[in-house]
């Protein structure tokens, strides 16, 4: 399982900061790369942590897409 968290408001995602490992929202996947969970709790823990209602978070299975359970 491969998860990702993304704003639907902005459409970025949220990753540790290469520099610090801070979490920070970042505009492309490959800057996310450091930012995929493996599990549905850390995922929730890291929206809950650092998400604000306005950013409209939504956690992506990765794995999911081009599948038949495609969103």
Known sequence: ??????SRAT???LAPSM???VPE???SLDQAGGGVCT???SAVQLLEDNCDFEDQP????LDRLGTANDY
């Open 58 to 61: 939504v956690i992506v299975d």
């Open 19 to 21: 520099d610090s490992g």
């Open 39 to 41: 599990d549905p709790e």
């Open 25 to 27: 929202w970042v505009t």
């Open 11 to 13: 459409g970025r995602f």
């Open 1 to 6: 399982m491969r998860l990702l968290i993304q």
